[in-house]
């Protein structure tokens, strides 16, 4: 089974600084797929970015960009020059490489951090 | 515009009854998840649908019914069984079974026992 760790459960930034939300998995699959979704006070879940393991460059979105280390199966996230916006609960999920999707090959998530950005 | 969309959304029970959630899609995914929500817990899987006419069982789904006779359609029943319903549940969808590009939500249930 895999398992996903977010040793953080809140964390605060300043408006425009940068700040890294860490997350850690455990898997014995060598094939698999990483996400960072957030989910701000409407609730709504919003996958911010989507790095694939056998990708050695680190993926980027904009202001989000992660720090994929796969020998440690650590998956950062760092948020630049952050915004008011981007106040939510920010979830990472894991989900091994699959043919057909079966039992075991489904989105394990995180329990969350807990960003604020304050003016 | 496509998405998923659940209803309603905020939902009151009184002990001992069966209540459904609904979940509605119309991005064409073939494959459908249902995810519950609790403060410090993360999300955690009760049931999931790869095709019409199937369906599994997450990691919680005690208490639970499912059915998936529509592509479109994955509702969720939370019977009189399940001992802690009040919950946040979110409904989502993936292009593919295999998720290997995430999935997508819907804007969720809360589910409140009175």
């Known amino acids: 089974a895999q398992t996903v760790t977010q040793s953080q459960p809140e964390m605060s930034v300043q408006e425009a600084e940068t700040v890294t939300l860490s997350c850690t998995y455990d898997?014995?699959?060598?094939?698999?797929?990483l996400f960072w979704y957030k989910q701000p006070p409407s609730r709504q879940m919003i996958l911010v970015i989507r790095q694939e393991a056998y990708k050695q460059q680190n993926a980027t979105e904009n202001r989000f960009s992660v720090n994929f280390q796969k020998a440690a199966k650590s998956f950062s996230l760092k948020i630049s020059d952050s915004q008011l916006g981007d106040t939510a609960m920010y979830f990472c999920a894991f989900i091994p490489f699959s043919h057909s999707g079966g039992s075991n090959y489904k989105l394990t998530f995180g329990k969350g951090t807990l960003l604020t950005v304050n003016p | 515009d496509g998405g998923i969309t659940q209803s309603p959304k905020y939902l009151f029970r009184k002990e001992g009854q069966n209540v459904t959630l609904s979940c509605e899609q119309n991005l064409n995914h073939d494959a459908m998840y249902w995810y519950r929500q609790d403060p410090g817990q993360g999300l955690r899987l009760i049931y999931y649908s790869q095709i019409v006419n199937d369906f599994q069982k997450g990691d919680i789904a005690e208490g639970y019914s499912v059915s998936r006779e529509k592509k479109e359609s994955f509702p969720l029943t939370v019977t009189s069984a399940q001992k802690n319903p009040t919950a946040f549940y979110l409904c989502?969808?993936?292009?593919?079974?295999?998720?290997?590009?995430?999935?997508?939500f819907g804007s969720g249930t809360r589910l409140t026992v009175v």
């Open positions: 898997t014995s699959e060598n094939n698999y797929y």
């Open positions: 989502a969808s993936s292009i593919e079974p295999t998720g290997d590009y995430g999935y997508t």
